[in-house]
């Protein structure tokens, strides 16, 4: 069980976009461990409030909200921002963990319907947290913003081009951002940042349990990508921001 009040985190407020996934429970029970008041978004009000009932009890009684916001909408990803300022007085950082896969057997066989429903999913909600939070992110002393990103990014599949060139697309505009904070930081560097945790595939308890042949190597597991987000917040913003931080090993 985290430290709460003396946790590393204590007094830091954090969102987590995509926080009903499997990655998202994940982080959000971390980060209240770690003594975040945090903040989840779901596009499924269900599947949000289970995960936020479920680190509410688990971190004992800290506190984790969820509201459901449409990401896909910049008007409604920038009035989530504000409220969270408004509400508990700064924003600390944001995780975008939106995900979402389509692939095809071959590169002949892509469909470039996938590309329109990945560029809308692994793109544009980054476009709108990034555009949304920057500001309430270079406000605070220590400002994160963390995409997860994929290792096809940089070693495109023929199968996975559509997957591939949207987490491409999704790293240069959260590096566009890390110049920003690199900017805004003048002479004496960032104090703010944006960086990149790249994995080859991620992995929870349920998809072993359907799988308890399946040898998963090389994919990382939602609990130690959680350690990892945490961890972003403990290295100083110049050393993270407009890096990637790989979690499986580099092409």
């Known amino acids: ?9 204590s007094g830091a407020v954090i969102a987590v976009a995509g926080a009903g996934g499997p990655a998202g429970r994940a982080a959000l029970l971390r980060l209240a461990e770690a003594g975040a008041t945090v903040v989840g978004a779901d596009n499924d009000p269900q ?3 289970e995960a936020v009932d479920a680190a509410r009890y688990a971190a004992g009684g800290a506190t984790v909200t969820g509201d459901t916001v449409d990401l896909l909408d910049l008007q409604s990803t920038s ?5 969270i300022e408004k509400d508990f007085g700064r924003v600390d950082g944001l995780v975008h963990l939106v ?7 071959t590169f002949t066989k892509t469909s470039l319907d996938d590309w329109d429903f990945l560029e809308m999913l692994l793109v544009k909600t980054v476009q709108h947290t990034s555009l949304a939070f920057h500001e309430a992110l270079q406000r605070s002393d220590r400002g994160r913003y963390v995409l997860i990103s994929a290792s096809g990014a940089s070693r495109p599949t023929a199968g996975n081009a559509a997957y591939s060139a949207a987490k491409a697309a999704a790293e240069a505009w ?38 308890p042949n399946a ?5 990382t597991d939602v609990k130690d990508l959680a350690e990892a987000i945490e961890g972003v917040w403990s290295k100083p913003a110049a050393e993270v921001n407009g ?4 979690l499986t090993e580099k092409p």
């Open 1 to 9: 069980m985290g430290n709460g009040a003396n946790g590393a985190l």
């Open 47 to 49: 599947r949000l409030s």
């Open 79 to 83: 009035d989530w921002a504000t409220h």
């Open 99 to 105: 995900g979402g896969w389509r692939g095809s057997e």
């Open 174 to 211: 959260t590096l566009a951002m890390a110049d920003f904070f690199r900017k805004a930081g003048g002479a004496e560097g960032p104090t703010s940042a944006a960086t990149i945790l790249v994995v080859k595939a991620l992995v929870h308890d349920a998809m072993r349990a359907e799988r």
């Open 215 to 219: 040898k998963f190597a090389g994919f």
């Open 243 to 246: 890096n990637r931080l790989w």
